[in-house]
């Protein structure tokens, strides 16, 4: 490898792509065509990127495995900065075999981080723990320690988990300390933020208030029977009720413990559970069917009385009931949280990470844009969704995944 290359390289690793493309911006080698293609990455031009990466993996021939493995785990990160989900995630898992195979560690850890950070993207939070689990980053260099940190504070935000993510960041910012690598700290920074914004509403006895991560966490270990809306889930300490594929059955139990200790009026009960602005006989009929079967749901954890004006919410064990609410509640809440990231995402990259049909998707894309929050740009498969980051908008609690104690 020449002194240009070897330099071009350095500079990269520094974060300099413009003293890279200073060596290496007039060759065409394969080795330089990669190079290029990182830095072009950095800058932002991430289309440019793309199409050097791919001629310099066409150009390098079968015997440099490892050049070619290199390519494709650039490919795979610009893949990953644009949302593109779609993109081949078993050719990232070979190049890192590959890299594994020969000796380079380095770029290895690179490569898993990368295949980390698609999985929390798309809320598969389990398989990232085992990939990251037993893998030790100290040997790496200061700005890999950091990528891996951050995917490893991403995974215990949003299992909950607060002093292990504020471990992490911290580990996180001096990493990027050591790097000295200005965006790098800027991405440590804004994660961070996910500790010091508002996270959730708690609801009870009439009052509301913002809560933080942390504070999230402290509610969910306290005794309470807590009615969680970012996850249509009852719960206490003991156990936990998903109602994510009853509705119904969720809008009836938060309206009770809205009103507890008090009761709730029937009319309220068939106005909020179904949007009934004149209720007859049938949706009378229909409130008393819901509300059978919402006591044998939640028969572990709560009692329901009929009284006078409605019903009553009686837990069996916890002494408090709380609503753990959204602090943006509006419709398609989840899209929105995913292009709040501020970067440029697909119809079917978005149906990936919600795990919803694309035409669901689409249909909410559309009704957003129709409302002047979110905004296309391109036309056919490059069509892109984006909208500036929305000012406190939480996403941990909107992105898929379980609980600690699901």
Request: charged residues 25%; aromatic residues 2%.
């Amino acid at each position: 490898m020449d002194s240009l290359i070897t330099a071009a390289a350095r500079a990269l690793a520094t974060g300099d792509p413009l003293g890279a493309l200073k060596r290496v911006a007039l060759r065409d080698d394969p080795p330089a065509l990669a190079l290029r293609g990182i830095a072009m990455a950095q800058l932002g031009d991430l289309v440019r990127a793309k199409a050097l990466l791919k001629s310099a993996a066409r150009a390098f021939g079968r015997r440099e495995a490892v050049a070619r493995a290199r390519c494709v785990v650039a490919e795979a990160e610009i893949a990953l900065v644009s949302r593109d989900l779609t993109w081949p995630a078993k050719a990232l898992d070979a190049a890192r075999a590959t890299l594994e195979e020969h000796g380079d560690r380095v770029n290895a850890a690179h490569a898993l981080n990368v295949e980390v950070r698609r999985l929390l993207l798309i809320g598969r939070l389990d398989e990232a723990e085992r990939m990251l689990a037993g893998f030790d980053p100290s040997p790496l260099p200061p700005g890999l320690r950091a990528a891996h940190e951050l995917a490893v504070a991403g995974i215990a935000a949003r299992r909950l988990q607060t002093h292990a993510a504020h471990a992490a960041l911290t580990r996180a910012a001096e990493a990027a300390r050591q790097a000295d690598i200005p965006a790098l700290t800027a991405e440590v920074e804004s994660a961070s933020l996910v500790l010091k914004t508002p996270a959730a509403r708690l609801i009870a006895r009439g009052e509301e208030r913002p809560l933080l991560l942390e504070e999230v966490e402290a509610l969910l270990s306290s005794g309470a029977l807590v009615i969680d809306a970012c996850r249509n889930v009852v719960r206490d300490e003991r156990l936990a009720v998903s109602l994510a594929t009853r509705p119904i059955l969720f809008a009836l139990a938060r309206a009770l413990a809205e009103a507890w200790p008090g009761d709730v009026t029937r009319s309220t009960l068939l106005s909020r559970a179904f949007r009934a602005k004149h209720a007859d006989e049938s949706h009378r009929a229909r409130l008393r069917v819901e509300i059978g079967r919402l006591r044998a749901e939640l028969r572990a954890l709560a009692d329901i009385s009929a009284t006078d004006r409605g019903f009553r919410l009686a837990p069996r064990h916890a002494r408090e009931v709380i609503v753990l609410a959204p602090p943006v509640e509006e419709r398609h809440a989840a899209v929105l949280a995913f292009l709040a990231d501020g970067e440029s995402w697909s119809s079917s990259a978005l149906a990936i990470a919600l795990d919803a049909s694309p035409r669901t998707v689409q249909r909410a894309l559309e009704q957003l844009a129709a409302d002047g929050k979110v905004q296309a740009f391109g036309r056919g498969p490059a069509r892109r969704w984006m909208t500036p980051p929305l000012t406190g908008f939480p996403t941990i609690l909107l992105l898929p995944g379980p609980l600690p104690s699901d």
